[in-house]
């Protein structure tokens, strides 16, 4: 009886991957468009910014990932990790738990160092950087090491115990060397000129091998950025494709599973990926809009502001929570009470902020909106 592959790393062919490429062409160019015009803007802010933008999308990057794996982490963490990795000043640093280190050490190796060959050893060191104490929850494994499959085949699963349900089974342990080396050498190598399309398959590729005994998903999407990094030359994310996979889960999963259970020929899977990175693209004008905003009215005011008032002005363009109130003012910016109001005052004669309606002792203000040119497409 021949034998039938019941995943596709059992085709003959694999992992000769084929897809249609007259069908990925409109959205591979859509999605380079759309990459230039986004770096294209962002060159624009300044070093400053570009570093604010850069440390928003990265903290969004790692905690949506996490999240991917059913893991929430403290987003001020991540946040402070981040900036002290990238050197910004940023005030107020909260203490980092050493998993959350890890993880950021992990991702931010992948993307300031994208042009570093990928190794057995670097993948080893990511691993061990995620589960630093050699534990996934109380289960412990084997940390910078491959699976070695002791307590059984790698599966995926899901649903109640006596009813799983196996979505997945990964090649077996004694195949991991050899399987990683040929994705190490495919992904070093420069086969595949198009960087979008290797981002789709490394992340395909590395998640079907499953080489390690938990943290596939997080170290798939690091390769994923790092070589969507390449394409860009930049060091710096500023889009998060882990939080658009978050976002998109069920569509994710469904299109994977239905992958890893087809032939090599993964049109489909490179069709939804590219897509995916398409509206991770379009939805900075979202998660960065309070970037833009700044970029938009510092490049638009031609006034004078003392230090308080710059800061309570950045604070603003960064979505103050509640009503600023002359009280807030005073000490947010430790002045007097008729310190501030004389601030608030000269920046309402400039055209900066405008009396809310309310007045007597719930008065208020807000930001004079300004109209915004900045869409991405």
Same mark, same amino acid.
């Given at each position: ?15 000769? %991957? ?6 990925? @062409? ?17 060159? #624009? ?37 981040? @900036? ?29 160092? %994208? ?27 084997? @940390? ?30 004694? /195949? ?21 399309? /290797? ?12 080489? %390690? ?26 889009? #998060? ?9 069920? @569509? ?81 910016? /430790? ?43």
């Amino acid at each position: 009886m021949p034998f039938t592959p019941r995943y596709i790393y059992e085709q003959e062919d694999w992992p000769q %991957f084929r897809w249609n490429h007259e069908t990925l @062409a409109a959205p591979l160019d859509n999605v380079h468009r759309q990459q230039e015009r986004l770096l294209g803007r962002l060159e #624009s802010l300044g070093f400053k910014l570009r570093q604010e933008a850069a440390l928003k999308t990265l903290t969004e990057d790692v905690v949506k990932s996490s999240e991917i794996e059913g893991e929430k982490l403290d987003a001020e963490q991540v946040r402070s990790s981040i @900036a002290r990795r990238l050197g910004m000043d940023i005030g107020g640093l909260k203490p980092v738990d050493r998993n959350v280190e890890g993880i950021v050490e992990m991702m931010l190796d992948a993307t300031r160092h %994208f042009d570093q060959p990928l190794t057995a050893a670097r993948l080893f060191a990511w691993h061990s950087s995620l589960f630093p104490t050699g534990r996934s929850g109380m289960k412990p494994i084997r @940390a910078g090491a491959w699976r070695d499959d002791s307590g059984g085949p790698m599966q995926v699963v899901s649903g109640p115990v006596g009813r799983e349900h196996v979505h997945f089974e990964a090649p077996p342990a004694g /195949k991991i060397d050899l399987e990683i080396r040929a994705f190490l050498d495919w992904f070093n190598g420069d086969t595949e000129s198009d960087w979008v399309v /290797k981002a789709g398959l490394a992340h395909l590729w590395f998640v079907t091998i499953h080489p %390690f005994d938990d943290g596939n998903g997080r170290i798939a999407r690091a390769v994923s950025d790092m070589s969507l990094a390449r394409s860009e030359k930049s060091p710096l994310r500023f889009y #998060s494709v882990s939080g658009q996979i978050r976002h998109e889960g069920a @569509a994710y999963y469904d299109t994977l599973e239905q992958t890893q259970r087809g032939t090599t020929d993964v049109t489909p899977w490179l069709v939804w990926f590219v897509g995916c990175v398409t509206r991770a693209l379009a939805g900075t004008q979202t998660s960065l809009a309070s970037i833009f905003g700044k970029a938009a009215f510092w490049g638009s005011f031609s006034g004078e502001m003392n230090e308080r008032q710059r800061l309570m002005v950045n604070h603003l363009l960064d979505g103050f929570e509640g009503k600023l109130t002359a009280e807030k003012w005073a000490k947010i910016t /430790k002045c007097s009470h008729n310190t501030a109001v004389r601030d608030i005052s000269d920046l309402i004669k400039k055209g900066v902020l405008v009396q809310n309606p309310e007045g007597g002792r719930s008065t208020s203000y807000r930001m004079v909106e300004a109209k915004s040119d900045q869409e991405i497409s």
